[in-house]
């Protein structure tokens, strides 16, 4: 299992190191950073000047390497746009996000097991064929027409809810929380809403066809042919079964509830990463989008390993080797 | 700290004595930086105008005046100006003002990374007479000078020496990146960039205090859709743009206020008048017809601005005629109407000059750049079609946008131009210049239009000190342009802000917001 | 007291077009310490009966009528929860697959003590020593360390032994076992049916053992149903329906069952329900071109055959773990003769027949057929000659055709591609092969779906003999088929050998269908090659002791009618 | 499964197909029948919208900019034409860009999925049944793929390929670089689930068959595995359809999808956001509800296709 994880660390050192390629090959091509930086009234010489500053006049594998430097040290530069330390930059409004996918990840996973088990018991059912239809349509528009219609609702017209940003945050050492207070508890609503609806459905409908399969199988009619309860069997015997596939697509899921976070953060104005990076774009901050890129795939990689994990945890087979009596 | 406030915030809305005035407001760009030398765009100096002051200042009809500076006059024959300071006026952090903080930020603004450093391009020399007058020097007799510097910024000299900040940084930032220390109406009391700036009033203000405002704040917003949702559910007080489409509807809403305006900006199409062929379309590499200034008339004739000014800007944009609007100092008043929307003369004109069948062609725009930028350029390809000039448009990004024009990758392209100076003489020197890098002319004259009369006129129109002269030479460049279709401006980019209905505000036509300008009732 | 009456129970499972009749007004009674066998080929309607009593019928099959009584009380018809109490408390079942039987994710004991807990209301404590208790009783060697473990670090026939604990946690009165032994190997099939026998006696609990198996039925039940179709055709004490059946179909149904100790020279065929197929293997001779029979006598040789499987792989070549599979395999198969390997699962048998095959690479050891050595060629087109020269029938009928293709693209594809003959003489041939197998020239334009496992097996003959090849594998090509059916198989096959001189290595584990079969025999275990003799001799005079055992385990049949055989024995 | 059944002389294709139980489930199924019949329905519309639609919207010298904004079934206050479903801030007849647009919306998520599913099925194919260090490269390059996720992939395609196309086609090439973007993102699904079918299918008799007989690695895979795994496939590719036109509306949402000239449904939706608030509620609602109702029917459809192509839920 040891042998596993390093194995598993190596290939994703190598992985983050292509996407960090790949990623850095393309930002030549996003736009010039230039003329966001320099005013009106700016001359070629600033240009020029700026750009040697900037070490932008550099072969593109210099500037790689550069940057892998920086970045085994954890430094990924300064910000075009702010001046920052990106770094600092990214530890400020990583939370943000990460709790924004946090709560919707919790409420795609909870709401879409709970409605995937419900739809594969009462499969012919009225209410389980509703369910399955009209979760569709959550995957069937694009998510920032539906944030915009929530945003429409419940803030314009009943004005239950706030429009935008993340309400008040309470600072716990250099994590900014709004799970304290009201007005922060009330921002997330809306956001998690339309960032989890996707995965939700997803999430429900993979449970709901792996529940199905897992309910035909011997092992389930047998536990039926035991007299055991219709709970006992559909949760204790099927269930945890049904988790095992569940448990790769649902990581990959959440890994991109935080890639998809960029529309619903943008939507909402979530002071997150997501909004990080599509104004980064916007002012090609090239550091900026190069450090979110590393950040994404970091995320990635781990959850995949935590996904590994977890199989070793929840399937014995994976776990003991060939010991017993074969 | 913050729920401090909202407790106050609360009590205040029981009923008791209004103490608390909180206004939030929102646009689209974060001002990137706090150092009001260190970027020169409107959405930082904008920013900066409430937490530092210049020696002048404008005023709500834009006009100068004093502001650190009590008066000012010319040294002599045009050598420069002397600028009288006001005393007994203090940074937010409680140090005096002097001329040598005038003379540092000289120095600073002045300097090689400062982005403010065209500016001072008259300035040979600033010389601190006493401790509350300065003279400031010019190479040539320049009778705008004062005009031009409303936006540069005092700071203290030892605040700045005393955090590493004597010089902006904007590549790698410093202390003056994230904090200020002004003289002016606020301070800014908490900074998350990109997400929120804070601001609370400066007790030791020397101004007369018009406002009644308690802590601001200001929070950037992309989506135009969630600003009008913020706007129209109380989230925030103000926000700057309300979508054109949006301003008739929410004025009608009865919840909140539309205030509209007319921008310095003029918005206007650019032609390729260098190149020899055609680079996009179907006719891509054949002459290019743009060199002959009867196609570029006969496009100004073929857009029909005043249907662009009825839909897509729902009637709250001017026409334009030339490169400035009405507003700004130097409009010519001779030149006051654009050619009429007329697609008979346009193909005639067409005809004549040898292209009775039109011709094919790449029209570059911005998406994201102003108001509504990529709609009216639709509308201009669709116009410009039904007299034959077929346009293949490509709109982008404004990231994408700048590096296309620089490469000159474009047949025509869109572009908007408000003169920092608020003078005309301001895009003749960048739009309409023969380029010269030396000189430093026509760097965005991307069209490449050239005529020797109008590269004459400019040196005159500088340092011509004689109101009346330099009105004729600013009229003859304005009528050379029309003659020649240098550009075809379309009309002059509306202001329209959004404010709840308990807020009072000033707009100013530079779409600066000011913020001891407003009142929460 | 009867344990369980079953009365005129019918099972409908409507469908698109009809209502198709699963169960046909069935009757059957179980008393105390009673096996009673329920026997049929696939579609019967046995294991439907086992469902149907527990309540366990897949949608949207449904009771129709009759009824179901438990000590005189009806249970059918009742709702759900008054099942349940049933089920498993005083009806049990066990199901055919051991390796699916269980929940991988729970421990044994987990699932052991949950059904005692449920069943018995016992504490956990107590519940755990039960478990331990019943472990014991199925003959789990440590069942105190082995209760901690999964499922899946048991052997098969292990792990049918905790499915019966299982079964038997409530203490039932009726274990209805559904192919109990069908998955598992002989010596494992015995030492399970034995277990089943103990414990009914022991407890007095009724068994209804359901199987399509003969040799089972005769071994063990003390009363046999016989079914066809979805009804009851013949019911009564063991020996009295085997030895003397009155039904027709029962009667062939015996007949068809391969003895040990009967040599036959063609099954005779199922003439019950009007399902005798003709075929003539003999007009297939006479377009055939018979090869010059080779110099030696011998075919093929087999020397030293090796091979090896990665069984767990490693970054450092020495850490890694090899499992043999074959391990120095010699054999020679002379012209014309049918050679048989038997051997259990895992001896490796089918591993040989695969590399004789080229579908394995071998990894020590030589090939020689007619003369060429195969295993020293290499290239693709190299083996072309070889290849036009073997052909295979598979075990599963199923699998062994592809789905997506016609029938008759699947018999011209080894012609096409040896471009042995070119235009319409390709669809000439594989009309001419359909016809001689018995299916006729228009199931050619068919997919293999629309053939029941019988007729696929006839469709992978013709495949096979569509490039005329000399020497022939099958690869247990009747263990998945009905009884009947595989005598039909055999009987083609024993045509091939006779009418166009083809000589065959024959798999199977079934020493009875060997001993039909092959001219002589090698027996396998564990990779090895154990003996190799004569058929006859190595089933009156068997050397090796493993070679014995596998004889011993064998079930004899000897109750069983030899009525309709008489014709045939040799 | 008796005898009687292959008795049965063959019937024509079609016949087949009606009579087969595919056909027969699909029959019996409401939410299919009319989900298809919607899909149905604005597939032709869109392939047939130079006929039925009233306008070319992409024709600009068409275009009156007078016409803007006139609503549904009323008459423009200055030229007096009446639209249908009104007309948009260009002045085009809302219902012929819903035409035209879906033309685009669909062509790029079939052309999209297409490319995804033959990328994904061929080196699925050849993880599969070839495995070794090929399959290791392969799925190792689909972990990575997975890492950047969906959106970004496009961002950045989109990006590069603005980078690198000769400046004389870019404005030709939005279509393509979304296809491109979007396929490229999608196809990593299909690499897995065509690699997880090979490898059960591979060691099924009937390949053992073929290569008994000397059948190359190739047509192994084309001809015996290929048709073998294409059900999973199907139903993939259904669903994919769906995202595919969504993610085009997001892309487009973020500024990288079909330029407005020639807008896609998603384009629509992204301009018509911006009149949500201003009254002009036609402009948003009309392409919404042909997008969702596009989405909606492909999903019920791929919904339907799952349940009914498992053989094990029957």
Same mark, same amino acid.
């Given at each position: 299992m040891l042998t596993f994880v390093v194995r598993r660390v190596f290939q994703s050192a190598l992985v983050l190191l292509i996407v960090g390629l790949v990623a850095f090959s393309m930002f030549r091509f996003v736009g010039d950073p230039i003329d966001n930086m320099l005013g009106q009234e700016r001359t070629d010489a600033d240009i020029a000047r700026l750009r040697t500053e900037l070490g932008l006049d550099q072969p593109f594998p210099v500037q790689y390497v550069k940057f892998l430097k920086g970045a085994a040290e954890g430094n990924f530069g300064v910000s075009y746009r702010q001046g920052r330390p990106v770094s600092t930059i990214l530890v400020e409004r990583a939370p943000a996000t990460l709790e924004l996918a946090a709560v919707s990840g919790f409420f795609a996973i909870t709401i879409g097991i709970g409605l995937g088990v419900f739809t594969a018991i009462r499969r012919d059912g009225f209410m389980a064929n509703m369910i399955m239809s009209v979760s569709l349509i959550g995957v069937s528009l694009p998510t920032f027409l539906i944030g915009i219609l929530l945003i429409y609702l419940f803030a314009v017209e009943l004005g239950w809810l706030p429009s935008f940003g993340r309400g008040d945050v309470v600072h716990i050492g250099w994590w900014s929380t709004g799970f304290l207070t009201a007005s922060g508890l009330k921002a997330l609503i809306l956001p998690a809403i339309t960032l989890g609806l996707y995965q939700m459905t997803l999430i429900m409908r993979l449970v709901r066809s792996e529940m199905l399969e897992v309910l035909r199988q011997d092992y389930i009619r047998f536990a039926r042919a035991r007299g055991l309860k219709e709970r006992s069997v559909n949760f204790r015997h099927a269930l945890k079964n049904t988790l095992v596939p569940v448990i790769t697509v649902t990581g990959l899921q959440l890994g991109s509830i935080i890639a998809f976070a960029i529309i619903t953060e943008t939507v909402f104005q979530w002071p997150g990463v997501g909004l990080l990076f599509i104004n980064a774009i916007q002012f090609v901050d090239i550091p900026v989008m190069a450090a979110y890129l590393m950040l994404i795939s970091v995320m990635f990689v781990g959850i995949n390993l935590i996904v590994d994990l977890l199989y070793f945890a929840i399937d014995p087979r994976l776990r003991v080797d060939q010991k017993g009596a074969k | 700290m913050k729920r401090a406030l909202s407790i106050l915030a609360v009590a205040s809305a029981l009923g008791g004595p209004v103490l608390a005035e909180e206004f939030k407001w929102a646009g689209t760009t974060d001002p990137q930086t706090m150092d009001p030398h260190a970027v020169n765009s409107a959405p930082v100096l904008g920013f900066l105008n409430n937490v530092y002051e210049g020696l002048v200042r404008r005023g709500k009809d834009m006009s100068i005046e004093p502001a650190l500076a009590t008066s000012w006059e010319p040294i002599g024959n045009g050598e420069g100006w002397r600028f009288i300071l006001r005393e007994g006026v203090t940074f937010h952090d409680g140090s005096s003002f002097d001329a040598e903080d005038v003379l540092f930020s000289y120095q600073r603004a002045s300097n090689e990374v400062s982005d403010t450093r065209s500016w001072f391009s008259p300035v040979s020399d600033v010389k601190v007479v006493d401790a509350y007058t300065v003279d400031i020097l010019t190479k040539a007799p320049n009778p705008i000078f004062p005009d031009s510097i409303a936006n540069w910024m005092m700071v203290d000299k030892g605040w700045a020496e005393a955090n590493e900040a004597a010089l902006p940084d904007k590549e790698n930032g410093n202390y003056a990146t994230l904090n200020a220390n002004g003289t002016g109406a606020f301070m800014v009391s908490e900074r998350e960039p990109g997400l929120r700036t804070e601001l609370v009033p400066h007790t030791g203000w020397w101004g007369e205090v018009e406002h009644n405002i308690t802590r601001a704040e200001f929070t950037p917003v992309q989506n135009p859709a969630t600003a009008v949702a913020a706007l129209l559910s109380g989230d925030v007080d103000m926000i700057n743009p309300v979508p054109i489409q949006d301003a008739e509807r929410l004025a009608g809403s009865g919840d909140v206020q539309v205030i509209r305006g007319i921008e310095a900006r003029v918005i206007m199409l650019g032609m390729a008048q260098e190149s020899d062929v055609l680079k996009y379309g179907d006719d891509e590499g054949k002459p290019n017809p743009f060199k002959d200034a009867r196609v570029r008339a006969a496009v100004s004739h073929a857009v029909n601005v005043p249907a662009i000014l009825k839909t897509i800007m729902r009637g709250n944009a001017e026409p334009a005629?030339?490169?400035?609007?009405?507003?700004?100092?130097?409009?010519?008043n001779a030149n006051a109407d654009r050619p009429a929307f007329d697609q008979a003369k346009a193909k005639a004109l067409l005809a004549e000059a040898g292209y009775p069948d039109g011709f094919s062609f790449g029209l570059k725009c911005p998406n994201n750049r102003y108001l509504n930028d990529e709609a009216v350029c639709q509308a201009v390809t669709s116009m410009l079609a039904q007299v034959g000039m077929m346009a293949q448009l490509d709109a982008m990004p404004v990231q994408n946008y700048w590096p296309e024009l620089r490469a000159d990758n474009y047949d025509m392209y869109l572009l908007g131009w408000s003169p920092g100076t608020f003078d005309a003489e301001h895009p003749i020197r960048f739009l309409a210049s023969t380029p010269n890098k030396e000189k430093k002319l026509g760097s965005w004259n991307f069209a490449g239009y050239s005529n020797a009369r109008i590269d004459a006129l400019l040196p005159m129109i500088q340092s011509e000190i004689d109101a009346t002269k330099r009105q004729a030479m600013l009229d003859e460049a304005a009528q050379i342009m029309q003659d020649e279709t240098a550009y075809v401006p379309m009309y002059v980019q509306p202001l329209v802000w959004g404010t709840g209905q308990n807020i009072s505000l000033t707009q100013r036509p530079d779409n600066f917001f000011i913020l001891r300008w407003v009142s929460v009732n | 007291m009867t344990l369980l009456t079953i009365e005129d129970l019918s099972v409908h499972f409507p469908t698109r077009h009809k209502v198709f009749v699963?169960? %046909?007004e069935a009757d059957l009674t179980v008393e105390p310490g009673e096996i009673h066998g329920l026997v049929g080929e696939s579609g019967a309607g046995k294991s439907t009966i086992g469902a149907a009593v527990m309540g366990l019928l897949d949608r949207p099959g449904h009771i129709a009528g009759g009824t179901v009584s438990f000590k005189g009380e009806?249970?059918?018809?009742?709702?759900a929860e008054a099942m349940r109490s049933l089920r498993g408390a005083k009806i049990s079942m066990i199901f055919q697959d051991p390796l699916t039987s269980l %929940?991988?994710?729970?421990t044994v004991g987990q699932q052991l003590i949950e059904t005692i807990q449920f069943h018995l209301k016992l504490s956990e404590g107590d519940s755990r020593k039960r478990a331990v208790e019943l472990l014991d009783r199925v003959g789990i060697p440590l069942p105190e360390e082995r209760?901690?473990?999964?499922?899946?670090?048991?052997s098969g026939g292990m792990r049918q032994r905790v499915v019966i604990a299982l079964a038997l946690c409530s203490e039932p009165d009726v274990i209805i076992a559904d192919e109990p032994t069908t998955a598992l190997d002989v010596s494992i099939q015995a030492q399970i049916l034995e277990l089943i026998k103990e414990l009914a006696r022991e407890r007095q609990t009724g068994v209804i053992l359901i199987t399509h198996d003969m040799g089972v039925i005769a071994d063990t039940t003390d009363k046999v149903t016989v079914m066809y179709q979805g009804a009851v055709v013949e019911s009564g004490a063991t020996e009295q329906v085997m030895g003397n059946p009155q039904h027709d179909y029962t009667k062939s149904l015996i007949a068809a069952v391969p003895r040990p100790t009967l040599k036959v020279h063609r099954f005779p065929q199922l003439s019950y329900g009007g399902r005798s197929i003709e075929f003539h293997i003999d007009d297939l001779a006479r377009n055939w071109q018979k090869p010059e029979p080779s110099k030696s006598g011998t075919l093929l040789k087999v020397e030293n055959l090796t091979k090896t499987f990665l069984q767990k792989g490693a970054l450092i070549p020495s850490r890694r773990k090899y499992f043999k599979a074959v391990d120095n395999v010699s054999f020679d198969i002379r012209d014309g003769e049918v050679f048989g390997v038997v051997g259990e699962s895992g001896s490796g048998k089918s591993t040989v027949a695969r590399m004789i095959a080229t579908l394995y690479e071998t990894n020590g050891g030589k090939i020689t057929f007619d003369e060429t050595e195969v295993t020293a060629l290499s290239s693709n087109r190299d083996l072309e000659g070889y290849r036009r020269q073997i052909q295979m029938i598979f075990q599963d009928p199923y699998s062994s055709l592809n789905p997506r293709m016609r029938v008759d693209e699947i018999i011209a594809e080894p012609v096409k591609h040896h471009k042995l003959l070119e235009g319409a003489a390709i669809q000439h041939r594989v009309d001419e092969l359909l016809d001689r197998v018995g299916?006729?020239?228009?199931?050619?334009?068919?997919?293999?779906?629309?053939?029941s496992g019988g007729q696929r097996q006839r469709i992978s003959i013709a495949r096979a003999l569509a490039t005329q090849p000399r020497f022939l594998i099958c690869d247990e090509p009747t263990s998945a088929l009905d009884v009947s059916i595989q005598a039909q198989i055999l009987n083609i096959l024993k045509d091939l050998q006779e009418h166009l001189g083809l000589t065959m290595l024959f798999i199977s584990h079934d020493l009875p269908v060997v001993r039909q079969m092959c001219d002589r025999v090698g027996v396998m275990r564990q990779g090895q090659m154990v003996e190799v003799a004569e058929t006859e001799e190595l089933f009156a005079n068997p050397k090796e002791a493993y070679t014995r055992e596998l004889l011993s385990l064998m079930p004899k049949l000897e109750g069983l009618s030899t009525e309709g055989l008489k014709d045939e024995i040799i | 499964m008796s005898d009687q059944t292959s008795q049965s002389a063959p019937k024509s294709m079609f016949a087949r197909a009606w009579d087969s139980d595919f056909a027969y489930k699909f029959r019996r199924t409401p939410v299919a029948v009319v989900s298809a019949l919607v899909v149905a329905l604005l597939v032709l519309s869109a392939v047939f919208a130079p006929l039925i639609a009233p306008h070319n919207p992409f024709d600009p010298a068409s275009l009156n900019l007078m016409n803007g904004f006139t609503a549904p079934m009323a008459a423009n206050e200055f030229t007096g034409d009446v639209f249908w479903l009104g007309t948009d801030d260009q002045g085009r007849d809302v219902f012929s860009t819903i035409l035209y647009g879906m033309r685009i919306s669909l062509f790029v998520g079939f052309s999209a999925v297409l490319f995804a599913m033959v990328l994904g099925i061929t080196l699925g194919l050849i993880a599969g049944y070839v495995g070794g260090w090929i399959e290791t490269i392969i799925m190792r390059a689909a972990d990575v793929q997975l890492t950047f996720p969906a959106i970004l992939v496009a961002m950045l395609i989109f990006g590069v390929a603005k980078g690198i196309t000769p400046i004389e086609h870019q404005d030709k090439m939005a279509i393509w670089v979304l296809i491109l973007a979007i396929g490229l993102s999608d196809w990593v699904q299909f690499a897995r689930v065509v690699r997880g079918a090979t490898l059960v299918e591979k060691d099924k008799e009937y390949v053992q068959a073929a290569r008994m007989i000397g059948r190359g690695k190739g047509i192994i895979m084309l001809r015996h595995i290929l048709p073998n795994v294409l059900s999973p496939v199907l139903v993939i590719a259904t669903i994919s359809l769906a995202l595919a036109i969504i993610a085009e509306a997001t892309l487009s949402f973020l500024g990288v999808g079909a330029p407005p000239t020639q807008p896609s449904l998603g384009t629509l939706i992204r301009i018509g956001q911006g009149f949500l608030f201003s009254g002009e509620w036609w402009i948003i609602l009309f392409p919404s509800i042909t997008l969702l109702s596009l989405a909606l029917s492909v999903n019920l459809l791929g919904d339907w296709l799952r349940d009914a192509l498992n053989p094990r839920l029957q």
């Open positions: - | 005629s030339q490169l400035v609007s009405p507003a700004m100092r130097g409009y010519s | 699963a169960v %046909n009806a249970i059918s018809g009742r709702d %929940n991988p994710l729970l209760i901690d473990m999964y499922p899946h670090q048991f299916l006729g020239s228009e199931a050619g334009r068919k997919y293999p779906h629309e053939f | -």
